[in-house]
């Protein structure tokens, strides 16, 4: 069965970097999309960026360029996040998703989601 | 881009149908039938509930359905259950190859 295996929980100080693991299985890796989002206390969704796990090309968000950074490990079927200069907005659960159908034929939505990785920034 | 507009809350008593909005622009909602909805639990990770703006995935009931008009979809839920007290977001494909989801609605069943 596909699952998404995401790392433990963080607490950071303002300015530092967190990054996250998604360990994926149940699937051939390199034929979807995997996408990250977070979603803070009371806030909606959002949608931080994209790689494709064949070829390591990344799409991010507007609002993260220059602080995200996204990859990931073939051998290992792992994805991996980094984000950096951390404030207290960021303080929030994020998750790496599965984008449904496969790289040829996408669908634009995120069919299986990993249990989140919470993250604190506080001083 | 801002994020898409829905309820801050909709409420039903068991058995009823409700519908949940979600207004976009041109740009992702009206451009795109990329529209998907999802179902978020307390503490849980999101649920994929309905994706390309009317499908719904495997194991998902068929009480709910989604539908697309302009730059507005919908979510309905019909034959309202305890479980499906929830918060939902929509979110769509955009135009600037990104993701936008909606301000999310609180569902509660009376």
């Known amino acids: 069965q596909v699952q998404l295996v995401q790392s433990g929980a963080e607490v950071k100080k303002p300015g530092a970097s967190v990054r996250f693991s998604c360990k994926a299985s149940?699937?051939?890796?390199?034929?979807?999309?995997i996408h990250w989002m977070r979603h803070a206390p009371g806030q909606g969704l959002e949608w931080m960026g994209t790689?494709?796990?064949?070829?390591?090309?990344?799409n991010y968000a507007q609002p993260f360029r220059g602080r995200v950074t996204m990859a990931r490990d073939t051998s290992t079927n792992t994805l991996y996040m980094e984000l950096s200069s951390l404030r207290s907005e960021d303080a929030a659960v994020y998750y790496c998703?599965?984008?449904?159908?496969?790289?040829?034929?996408?669908?634009?939505?995120?069919?299986?989601w990993g249990p989140g990785t919470l993250v604190t920034v506080s001083s | 881009q801002s994020a898409l507009t829905q309820p801050a809350s909709v409420s039903g008593s068991p058995g009823q149908s409700i519908t949940i909005s979600c207004t976009g622009t041109s740009s992702d909602v009206g451009g795109y039938n990329s529209v998907s909805w999802y179902q978020v639990h307390p503490g849980k990770a999101p649920k994929l509930m309905i994706y390309e703006v009317s499908n719904r995935p495997s194991g998902v009931s068929n009480r709910f359905s989604g539908s697309k008009s302009g730059n507005t979809a919908s979510l309905t839920i019909s034959g309202l259950q305890a479980e499906d007290e929830a918060d939902y977001f929509c979110s769509s494909f955009t135009s600037s190859i990104s993701y936008v989801f909606g301000t999310g609605t609180k569902v509660t069943v009376l």
């Open positions: 998703a599965r984008e449904g159908g496969e790289i040829t034929m996408p669908t634009k939505s995120f069919d299986y």
């Open positions: 790689v494709d796990p064949n070829t390591d090309t990344t």
């Open positions: 149940g699937f051939t890796f390199t034929r979807y999309y």
